[in-house]
């Protein structure tokens, strides 16, 4: 809980807003493919982690914290945790701070995979690996792996069905 409160109060405090870079819908979607299956495992972690975001109470404070501070609406974890679209947009919030704190880190912008893994680790845990993709567990780099593969692929096409009237001869 110590990291967590260190990260909202040093963004505070330094007058930082989360909407300097958001993550693309893409990334979110990658982010929800690897987390949940695309929303059909919503427990994780034996129950820490809910949503289709997998989010933990602990980002979810973070989130709230950070929310609270620029006037936001916040949600309480217990009853807004499994609903879709709050899940999103703290996950999305989520993953902007981190953006924000990898960016001082690295003093250059973090890769998807480099947000990924503080995503699912935590940053504190990400921090103990010296924020090296290659020191995370293998169970988070290959999930930084398939989020970058999504990525690298083309986005599906859709098609429009249209229906013809049948051509009688």
């Known amino acids: ?14 007058g930082t807003f989360a909407d300097e870079w958001r993550p693309s819908e893409r990334l979110l979607k990658a982010v929800r493919m690897v987390e949940s299956c695309d929303g059909l495992y919503t427990y994780g972690d034996e129950g820490r982690s809910l949503g289709d975001f997998q989010l933990s109470e602990g980002a979810w404070l973070d989130v709230s914290s950070w929310r609270k501070a620029h006037g936001m609406k916040t949600y309480e974890y217990s009853h807004k945790v499994l609903n879709r679209q709050v899940n999103r947009a703290y996950a999305a919030d989520y993953l902007a701070l981190i953006h924000h704190e990898l960016e001082r880190a690295y003093k250059r912008p973090p890769s998807a995979g480099e947000i990924y893994a503080a995503y699912n680790m935590g940053l ?23 989020i970058h593969a999504f990525l690298e692929s083309p986005p599906p096409v859709r098609f429009a069905m249209v229906q013809r009237p049948l051509a009688l001869p």
Request: hydrophobic share 45%; glycine share 2%; proline share 3%.
């Open 1 to 14: 809980m110590p990291n967590y409160l260190i990260l909202v109060l040093s963004l505070v405090a330094t």
């Open 124 to 146: 504190g845990k990400f921090a103990n690996c010296r924020y090296q993709l290659q020191r995370v567990n293998r169970v988070t780099a290959k999930k930084c792996r398939a």
